[in-house]
């Protein structure tokens, strides 16, 4: 994949987003920071080509994304996923209720998409 520079505007973008995370995103990064998760590194709100993913495992060529209910059959969601697939990555999602209620169940799947990269999410 080829670098693409990261434009100012982008950058503070993803910043605003690291300070204002939905509550389930914050849940999840509480679990994610600081290799706490079976020691895997994460970062978060990551400027990927024209978006910016929720959560990367750049060594896996993972994408987290938690998406609220306005994401329900996305076809930008569709599009979005299709082109970071092209650009080497999978993407896994999760709707906020996964992670505010069965946080346990999220972070084995996404301990096991890491480990097996031949792993390919379901929507």
């Not at 999840?28 to 978006?51: A, S």
């Given at each position: 994949?080829?670098?693409?520079?990261?434009?100012?505007?982008?950058?503070?973008?993803?910043?605003?987003?690291?300070?204002?995370?939905?509550?389930?995103?914050?849940?999840?990064?509480?679990?994610?920071?600081?290799?706490?998760?079976?020691?895997?590194?994460?970062?978060?709100?990551?400027?990927?080509?024209?978006?910016?993913?929720?959560?990367?495992?750049?060594?896996?060529?993972?994408?987290?994304?938690?998406d609220g209910n306005q994401h329900a059959d996305s076809d930008s969601d569709r599009i979005r996923s299709a082109e970071l697939k092209g650009n080497g990555f999978r993407v896994l999602r999760f709707w906020n209720d996964d992670v505010l209620k069965d946080?346990?169940?999220?972070?084995?799947?996404?301990?096991?998409?890491?480990?097996?990269?031949?792993?390919?999410?379901?929507?």
């Open positions: 994949m080829p670098h693409q520079p990261v434009t100012r505007a982008k950058r503070s973008f993803a910043r605003s987003l690291r300070r204002e995370m939905t509550e389930a995103e914050n849940k999840l990064w509480q679990e994610l920071r600081d290799r706490r998760l079976d020691r895997i590194k994460f970062r978060r709100q990551v400027p990927i080509g024209k978006y910016i993913a929720d959560f990367v495992c750049l060594e896996a060529r993972l994408i987290v994304e938690i946080l346990d169940g999220v972070c084995g799947t996404i301990i096991a998409y890491v480990r097996d990269t031949s792993l390919q999410p379901w929507r």
